[in-house]
């Protein structure tokens, strides 16, 4: 497992912006990554993935709004959040898959076994 620790989360309006950022302790290089949230009373939803090779999943309700990004070189996930809505407040949590695991359900909670601790995401309207 590797530990992640998210940041950037914060509190905004409707129609802005924020950027999260998962810091790793390890190389993420053969990892598959993901964004995940959880809000009061719901489950754990997938919201974006990068794989290993490259390939990018995200949730319907995020897609033209969300981007995610990883830098191999910096250990280092990130979640550009634009035209954020109130449904977007959540606690978001940055995982990671098995070292040089297949990923076959990129949202899925079940593919990951590590986790950060979560940052806060709150929109206001």
């Known amino acids: 497992q590797v530990q992640l620790q998210e940041s950037g989360g914060g509190s905004v309006q409707a129609g802005g912006s924020l950027r999260l950022s998962c810091l790793a302790s390890?190389?993420?290089?053969?990892?598959?990554m993901a964004w995940f949230r959880q809000s009061l009373g719901k489950e754990r939803e997938g919201v974006a993935a990068?794989?290993?090779?490259?390939?990018?999943t995200y949730a319907d309700s995020v897609k033209g709004r969300f981007t995610c990004s990883k830098d191999n070189g910096a250990n280092s996930l990130y979640l550009d959040m634009n035209s954020l809505k109130p449904e977007d407040t959540a606690m978001y949590y940055c995982a990671a898959a098995e070292y040089m695991m297949i990923v076959r359900r990129p949202l899925a909670v079940e593919e990951y076994n590590s986790w950060g601790q979560g940052t806060q995401v709150t929109v206001s309207s």
């Open positions: 390890g190389s993420i290089t053969m990892r598959s």
């Open positions: 990068v794989c290993t090779d490259g390939a990018r």
